[in-house]
């Protein structure tokens, strides 16, 4: 059984196990004297949490108003946290997503934030962890245990739906406290949230077939590049990474203009490139990318709405998604990505993280790397 199928086909279920506690953690603890206050955030993590951050900067920045930038917690810890502006109690806000509340990095960014003077959040599963020891607030995510064979670990696609949903409501939650939105409005945008779990369950079922016919032909290639803008720039990094972690092979996530001006010039021409696009601010570029990328002859894969017109009839293969607003699109956009990523393995027979073996280890989340165990700092230096 592929476990990792099993999972992505969790997700409409997943969204309707955890919007309803996830939006009322937030609405409880994120209180009115915190949401007025704040000027600015920012938004850490690493791997797939950075790419959750990266993926919902433009709906914070749409909704609340406020500046949002999304850095990796080595960025924002090591590089940044000390020259925060100093603007006040409660004016600067840092939320560290950590599912597992294990990193060490994310729990080091978020003392960092702490030492600079910035109320910090923890977006974890985990309370007790270190992530959230370091956190002022505690969001936690109720990521409902998924079903696996003992000592199974398989590439992560609920915790990171799960960190888009409550990323998504935060926002939301602080653009109503700021009378960005008024009540119906954001009462709507919940309700838009939570009814993608009948997109998901739309999109997994028109994609999976298109999925599994795509790894068959291209599973041989051995290097994959993914290519968005915008929040679908993430949607890139996120699918990229679930190759890698998937299959082992060498894969890419990389902005649509970044392409035109560096991977149009890899001497592989087969390549298969997956343009991911909300049909939006990104269409115009990205139809010249799909031109231009046939044209040297990549395979190419499009994933972008029905009505994005102009790009779709480039593709060697379409996966439809439904059309919504662009700042919320990486809750469906990923989909398919993570559905090829599954069945490339499949094909190849490829065990999920290479099976820890040839140096790699799961201890302190991944041996020599050691994720969980690494050294922190204790003060700003």
Same mark, same amino acid.
């Given at each position: ?173 602080? @653009?109503?406290?700021? /009378? ?5 409005? %954001?009462?709507?945008?919940? $309700?838009? =949230?939570?009814?993608? #779990? !009948? ?93 231009? @990328?046939?044209?040297? /002859? ?5 994933? %972008?709405?029905?009505?994005? $017109?102009? =790009?779709?009839?480039? #593709? !060697? ?65």
């Amino acid at each position: 059984m592929n476990y990792m199928i099993e999972q992505i086909h969790s997700l409409p279920e997943l969204m309707n196990q955890i919007f309803q506690p996830l939006d009322d953690t937030i609405r409880t603890k994120l209180d009115h004297e915190l949401c007025l206050s704040v000027k600015r955030l920012y938004v850490v993590g690493c791997g797939d949490s950075h790419h959750a951050s990266l993926a919902t900067e433009l709906s914070f920045e749409s909704l609340t108003r406020l500046p949002d930038d999304p850095m990796t917690s080595m960025l924002f810890g090591r590089y940044a946290a000390g020259f925060i502006p100093q603007t006040g109690p409660k004016t600067n806000l840092v939320i560290g997503i950590s599912v597992s509340g294990a990193v060490s990095r994310t729990a080091e960014a978020l003392r960092m934030g702490k030492q600079a003077g910035a109320t910090v959040v923890a977006l974890t599963a985990t309370p007790d962890s270190a992530v959230g020891k370091e956190a002022a607030i505690i969001l936690d995510v109720p990521v409902p245990e998924f079903p696996s064979p003992e000592g199974t670990i398989i590439p992560g696609v609920r915790s990171y739906f799960t960190s888009q949903v409550g990323l998504f409501l935060t926002a939301i939650r602080i @653009a109503e406290i700021r /009378g960005q939105l008024n009540n119906s409005q %954001a009462a709507e945008l919940r $309700a838009e =949230i939570h009814g993608f #779990a !009948d997109l998901a369950s739309k999109t997994i079922e028109e994609c999976d077939p298109i999925a599994k016919k795509a790894a068959q032909e291209w599973a041989s290639e051995g290097e994959f590049v993914f290519a968005g803008s915008g929040p679908n720039y993430a949607t890139a990094l996120f699918t990229a990474a679930k190759v890698l972690e998937a299959s082992g092979d060498s894969a890419l996530g990389q902005d649509v203009e970044e392409w035109a001006h560096l991977q149009y010039f890899a001497k592989n021409k087969t390549t298969p490139t997956f343009i991911i696009s909300a049909g939006d601010r990104d269409l115009s570029r990205s139809v010249e990318m799909a031109v231009a @990328a046939k044209q040297l /002859g990549r395979g190419l894969a499009v994933i %972008a709405p029905k009505s994005a $017109a102009g =790009i779709t009839e480039h #593709a !060697d293969y379409h996966f439809p998604v439904p059309e919504v607003k662009e700042m919320f699109s990486p809750l469906i956009t990923a989909i398919p990505g993570e559905l090829f990523s599954a069945y490339v393995a499949e094909e190849k027979g490829e065990p999920f993280f290479r099976d820890f073996k040839g140096g790699r280890s799961i201890e302190g989340g991944g041996g020599i790397s050691r994720i969980r165990t690494s050294e922190t700092w204790e003060n700003w230096k």
